[in-house]
């Protein structure tokens, strides 16, 4: 299912601990201190990209992002291995898959930034659960097309990649305790 970024995160079912209708009047928001959440890496398949650009930094640079930020809240993140090989997911989980990488064209960010194709972006789709039982799904777009003389792509890629995080990790939250 294509999402924009900018949508809210499509529910899928109750926030993680809610309380029953009843407790709901005396219990205060959900506390997500300390529980436990696996990321799982992003999956990078599918992604073709210029030699100069490597996938494993633009995917480390948004999956620190992504830790970043649930850390924030009081969740205590672990990175998945990508073999499986670290044990059972716990908690919550965050899966996904980018879904667009593409570096723009310096040129056309030094001489016009705002014209179609200048712009470095990374967008990503997720999904967040609570162990096996889907929450939400996730989706998140970064975006830089202004740099010094056009930015390097590699660069821009990165912050692009990190913006991308943040929204995907805020929206995993918001539907955590949304």
Not at 19 to 42: I, V, W
Not at 79 to 96: F, M, Q, R, S, Y
Request: proline fraction near 8%.
């Amino acid at each position: 299912m294509e999402r924009k970024a900018s949508q809210p995160p499509t529910r899928l079912r109750g926030r993680v601990g809610a309380p029953s209708r009843e407790e709901s009047n005396e219990a205060g928001p959900l506390n997500l201190q300390g529980k436990p959440c696996t990321l799982h890496p992003f999956s990078t398949d599918g992604i073709v990209l210029p030699r100069k650009i490597e996938k494993k930094v633009i995917a480390r640079a948004f999956h620190t992002a992504v830790e970043e930020e649930l850390g924030r809240a009081g969740l205590g993140v672990r990175l998945a291995d990508p073999d499986g090989t670290d044990g059972p997911d716990e908690g919550i989980v965050v899966t996904g898959r980018f879904v667009k990488v593409a570096p723009g064209s310096r040129w056309r960010r030094y001489l016009a930034p705002f014209l179609p194709g200048a712009a470095a972006i990374v967008e990503v789709q997720g999904l967040v659960a609570d162990r096996d039982i889907p929450l939400a799904e996730l989706s998140g777009m970064g975006k830089r097309g202004l740099g010094p003389l056009g930015g390097a792509s590699m660069a821009m890629l990165i912050s692009a990649a990190e913006i991308a995080g943040v929204q995907l990790a805020r929206q995993a939250l918001e539907a955590l305790v949304g």
